[in-house]
């Protein structure tokens, strides 16, 4: 019984047709970020497990794919670890290598390794595949890509203000004002003023944790965590309220005073509170600067929730979505990220686009272009070797004029060579009859048109 080929739950296969929606999103991403003058760098599939543990917090530590040692990884295992069933003590000495689940944390990796090469601020972008050991759903997968860009080495809160209107730029490219899609910012350093509002300052990690499931789980079942986490009813009342606080600026209403009127109220409610102070005056800057320059087709919301998973991020924080699906664009800032690997205080802000989920919500809305000229145009028939003795030449001659062309590689009856045009959705025929007479036709048409010189031949192409 021979075993029926498959694929890990979470990974796919992409088709001719698949792959050229995955470009236009990657060249469309492409083409915005080298005009906001970010460079591109590429980084390996793999690092060293002691360069990503502990960089995203215990969730993200939880979701890498190890990679055993090469070898006989057990003879240097750790026999106690071993004998115990000690995952993680195990895991340190059979794996010293792991394939990495963002951009973000190599791109620090690679900043310090490379600071002398690098004119700061460095505004670099990737587009590479990650691996997340994630339960596979609906926009979710094991292995997916990820187009990133960051701007490293200046605090400058411009720097925010210009991946917002980079995040505008792609999704008013993408989805051509046909699709509503909301962008919503928070600080980190606003979560950190709600939380101390309350007393709570001690178990911030937990309770943001537990904030950022609201509009999953909803208000009770938060409560109910964070009271399970020993916090008193009272706090937790306090905390829902701060954090209902929402501001939404509709792309239709060109002026920003509904977001900042919510920036103000949360600033009277949380008090004096440093960080708290400092969040709101840093997303005043931001909305300030975005209410100056305009946005084309977004929906601004300011979310006080917000927290986003990865434990790094130290102030901005942002998020984009679209009605019925997961995050399609993430980011924030992060203030030392790189500190890990021995270069402190270098501050950092980035945004990474989900190209897997971009793909399911312009296949499900119809807003893919018809693509034109990613197969081949043109087929030189084949039904004897005078045939391949003609039209090889032409075949050459049309592909240096830019022209997708190739020949069916031996003599066939027609019927089955039509059918190969039918299935590839081929536009152009070229033929000849018993006379050596030279004909071309659109594959979905009946008339014919004579030629005798490829020039003529491609003249025709290019005005069909």
């Not at 939880?62 to 040692?69: D, E, P, R």
């Amino acid at each position: 019984m021979s075993n029926k080929p498959s694929i890990p739950k979470g990974t796919r296969d992409f088709s001719p047709t698949q792959m050229a929606r995955r470009n236009y999103i990657f060249d469309t991403i492409k083409a915005v970020y080298k005009k906001y003058g970010f460079e591109q760098i590429e980084t390996p599939a793999m690092e060293n497990l002691s360069t990503l543990i502990g960089t995203g917090g215990d969730e993200s530590d939880n979701l890498i794919f190890k990679i055993l040692n090469s070898g006989d990884y057990l003879n240097k295992a750790d026999e106690n670890a071993l004998a115990t069933k000690n995952s993680n003590g195990l895991t340190r000495s059979i794996a010293e290598k792991a394939l990495h689940y963002d951009l973000t944390v190599p791109f620090a990796r690679y900043v310090v390794q490379n600071q002398n090469d690098i004119t700061f601020p460095f505004r670099r972008f990737q587009i590479q595949p990650v691996w997340r050991a994630d339960r596979p759903q609906k926009g979710r997968y094991r292995e997916f890509y990820q187009c990133d860009a960051d701007i490293i080495g200046s605090d400058s809160l411009l720097n925010e203000v210009d991946l917002i209107k980079i995040i505008d730029a792609v999704f008013s490219e993408l989805f051509q004002d046909k699709l509503n899609y909301t962008i919503s910012i928070n600080n980190r350093k606003i979560l950190q003023g709600i939380v101390e509002s309350v007393g709570e300052t001690d178990k911030f990690e937990q309770i943001v944790v537990a904030i950022d499931k609201l509009d999953k789980i909803g208000i009770d079942k938060v409560i109910t965590e964070l009271i399970e986490l020993g916090i008193k009813e009272k706090a937790c009342e306090d905390l829902m309220v701060l954090c209902s606080i929402k501001s939404v600026n509709s792309k239709l209403d060109s002026n920003f005073e509904t977001m900042l009127e919510g920036l103000k109220h949360l600033s009277s409610e949380i008090g004096d509170t440093a960080n708290g102070q400092k969040g709101i005056e840093e997303l005043n800057f931001v909305f300030e600067k975005l209410k100056t320059l305009g946005i084309k087709t977004a929906n601004l919301e300011f979310d006080p929730t917000l927290a986003r998973g990865l434990g790094y991020y130290t102030g901005t924080i942002i998020e984009v979505k679209v009605d019925n699906f997961p995050s399609i664009c993430g980011g924030g800032r992060y203030d030392d990220l790189t500190g890990k690997f021995g270069l402190k205080d270098v501050s950092g802000v980035g945004i990474s686009f989900g190209a897997d989920r971009i793909y399911d919500v312009l296949l499900d809305n119809e807003l893919y272009p018809k693509f034109e000229g990613d197969s081949t145009q043109v087929l030189f028939t084949n039904q004897d070797p005078k045939d391949e003795e003609c039209f090889l030449p032409m075949l050459f001659a049309l592909r240096e004029a830019e022209i997708n062309a190739e020949i069916y590689p031996e003599a066939a009856k027609w019927k089955k060579q039509m059918t190969f045009v039918d299935r590839k959705n081929i536009e152009f025929v070229v033929s000849s009859n018993q006379d050596r007479e030279l004909f071309v036709k659109k594959a979905t048409e009946n008339e014919k048109h004579k030629f005798s010189t490829t020039d003529e031949l491609i003249e025709i192409i290019k005005n069909k």
